[in-house]
């Protein structure tokens, strides 16, 4: 079965710092697809990024990165130079594309604060 | 364009009461997902309806809960009778699915139910 890990709980760093959010996930399938997702204190979830399991390749979007590697089945995402409208719950989740299980398994989410 | 609309955004209401929820997917996307997020579960999936059908509804808790889809453009959950422990955020996500596989998921803003 399919299983995402968000081994942080909560983080807090200070404004302009970077930070590194860690996901580690769990499937059978040979193709997958990688989501993370930010939920602001208003509640919405927000799509950042969507990562096919056949393209490895690194992405970076602004002040936002994400690292994926198959070998270890990790897929982090890294935010420079942090601001305090950083401060959400962010979340991995993981779909399969051959199961038929279209539905995301999500990770338990890690809290980011980013102090001022 | 307008995102994924779910209707109400709050709602109260006492043990044993019918609720239900509404939500209006993103136009042109042919799937819809109903999740559920508690603090002791996270992000879980209810139902979720490709094409207007149900296609996988593991994660309907039991026969209190019903949802239906009538056309590409609406969908309700039921609750009947509400529990204190259905108390939780219930988002309602779309998607377009097609040959090439899973597309992201949109999210709504959620609708908070509290049942007293």
């Known amino acids: 079965a399919q299983k995402v890990t968000q081994a942080q709980t909560e983080i807090s760093v200070v404004e302009k710092e970077d930070v590194t959010l860690d996901c580690v996930y769990e499937?059978?399938?040979?193709?997958?697809?990688l989501f993370w997702y930010k939920q602001p204190p208003s509640g919405e979830l927000v799509f950042l990024i969507r990562?096919?399991?056949?393209?490895?390749q690194n992405e970076i979007s602004g002040r936002y990165s994400w690292n994926f590697q198959k070998s270890t089945s990790s897929f982090n995402f890294t935010i420079t130079a942090s601001q305090v409208v950083d401060s959400a719950v962010y979340f991995c989740?993981?779909?399969?594309?051959?199961?038929?299980?279209?539905?995301?398994?999500f990770g338990s989410g890690t809290r980011l604060q980013v102090q001022p | 364009d307008a995102g994924v609309i779910q209707s109400p955004r709050h709602e109260v209401t006492e043990m044993g009461q019918e609720v239900t929820l509404r939500c209006k997917p993103i136009?042109?996307?042919?799937?819809l997902f109903w999740y559920r997020q508690t603090m002791m579960r996270g992000l879980e999936l209810l139902i979720y309806f490709n094409n207007n059908v149900p296609i996988d509804d593991s994660g309907m808790p039991e026969d209190r809960f019903s949802a239906k889809m009538p056309n590409a453009s609406f969908s309700t959950l039921k609750i009947q009778p509400s529990e204190p422990r259905d108390s939780a955020v219930y988002f309602c996500?779309?998607?377009?699915?097609?040959?090439?596989?899973?597309?992201?998921?949109?999210f709504g803003p959620g609708t908070r139910l509290l049942v007293l």
């Open positions: 499937t059978r399938d040979t193709t997958y697809y």
């Open positions: 989740a993981l779909s399969e594309a051959n199961t038929g299980r279209r539905a995301l398994t």
């Open positions: 996500a779309s998607s377009l699915e097609s040959g090439r596989g899973q597309e992201t998921q949109y």
């Open positions: 136009s042109g996307h042919n799937s």
């Open positions: 990562r096919n399991s056949f393209d490895e």
